[in-house]
């Protein structure tokens, strides 16, 4: 156990104890302590997410004035694994990380179902819907769902819009995916969404991508435009194929939470809420990562209306086993009526040899 969160241990402990919160132990000088807690992801320090921990833990020093304090736990799992993000989130729910920075996508093989909506195949297609969900009532809605796995949902941050990148022929039609390997990190309703469009998704976990990419033996990769530099070669991004978006969830320990002053759960909410509105503010556009993505010798291909109603069409068994569950099927609903109040977005630019 880190030093900081053993630290963090036994201030909550002693607040629990006495049957009152406080702000921390006395120093020396008879002054107060700060109260240290680990915020982790599996991610490392200059992954996409790095962005958005640092500021939440930028954002709680300054708003406490240096009294509530986080350190930044980088690649929280046991390498190598297939779970990354599960591994991070276990962490977080066993009290070893007092928070944590997780996908919402990986919250559903933990028996959390109330995030699946953000998951629906093709449903949220642009940084606009993805601004709306998450600053949308709808968002505390899902984070209730959090409860039951003993966590404390704080807020969403969007990340970005995942699409198909392929490493010899673009992904367009359903005929496309038929027998197609595809990089995909750990989660049901993703993982649901390939197969049902034939593929055989996997994890690929550390060396393990590029073994395969260097193979040959990997077709594509689901990611976003700006992580697409890390897929080991340049690739042909299908940029009006949008699965979902990536979006993380800022979750506090349940027992952490309930140790914590009024005062100071305050703080982490604000800071929570002012981190998911930096990463608004500060996040490129899909289409100017796009841009990126080409510049870098990558290339981005459309699919035709017809392929794009087919992908559709074949996915209608997904939505079939989300919507059983009544809650899922309001959300999808809440989120299809956010839809229909934007104007249509225009996908990124193609580019390269088309």
């Known amino acids: 156990m880190r030093a900081t969160t053993r630290l963090a241990a036994a201030v909550l402990g002693l607040t629990l104890a006495a049957g009152c919160s406080t702000g921390g132990a006395a120093d020396k000088a008879g002054g107060v302590e700060p109260v240290?807690?680990?915020?982790?992801?599996?991610?490392?320090?200059?992954?996409?997410?790095?962005?958005?921990?640092?500021?939440?833990?930028?954002?709680?020093d300054h708003r406490s004035h240096g009294a509530l304090r986080l350190q930044a736990v980088w690649e929280a799992q046991d390498p190598p694994g297939d779970d990354w993000d599960q591994q991070a989130l276990r962490r977080v729910v066993q009290g070893r990380l007092d928070a944590g920075v997780i996908p919402a996508r990986s919250w559903d093989t933990e028996g959390v179902t109330s995030l699946r909506a953000l998951q629906a195949p093709f449903l949220v297609t642009s940084d606009a819907l993805v601004e709306r969900v998450v600053t949308d009532p709808l968002a505390e809605d899902m984070l209730a769902g959090l409860e039951r796995r003993g966590v404390v949902g704080l807020a969403l941050l969007p990340e970005g819009l995942r699409h198909p990148f392929a490493y010899h022929r673009p992904l367009r039609g359903p005929d496309d995916y038929r027998g197609a390997a595809v990089r995909v990190p750990r989660s049901q309703v993703t993982h649901d969404l390939f197969e049902a469009l034939g593929a055989f998704p996997d994890d690929y976990p550390g060396d393990a991508f590029g073994d395969a990419v260097d193979a040959g033996i990997l077709d594509a990769a689901e990611s976003t435009f700006a992580w697409s530099g890390n897929l080991h070669t340049p690739t042909i991004a299908t940029g009006n194929v949008?699965?979902?978006?990536?979006?993380?969830?800022?979750?506090?320990?349940?027992?952490?939470?309930?140790?914590?002053?009024d005062g100071q759960r305050s703080t982490l909410r604000q800071?929570?809420?002012?981190?998911?509105?930096?990463?608004?503010?500060?996040?490129p556009s899909d289409e100017q990562d796009a841009k990126t993505h080409c510049a870098a010798g990558g290339r981005v291909v459309h699919a035709s209306p017809a392929q794009l109603a087919a992908l559709e069409r074949a996915v209608a068994p997904v939505?079939?086993?989300?919507?059983?569950?009544?809650r899922t099927k309001a959300f999808i609903q809440r989120i299809r009526t956010l839809k229909n109040s934007l104007p249509a977005a225009d996908p990124p630019t193609p580019c390269g040899d088309g």
């Open 36 to 60: 240290t807690l680990t915020v982790g992801t599996a991610e490392q320090s200059d992954s996409p997410v790095s962005g958005q921990l640092k500021e939440f833990v930028r954002l709680v």
């Open 242 to 261: 949008t699965f979902f978006p990536k979006v993380n969830v800022i979750a506090v320990n349940r027992a952490v939470w309930q140790g914590l002053t």
């Open 271 to 283: 800071a929570a809420a002012a981190a998911r509105d930096w990463a608004l503010a500060n996040a």
């Open 319 to 326: 939505y079939a086993f989300l919507e059983r569950d009544a």
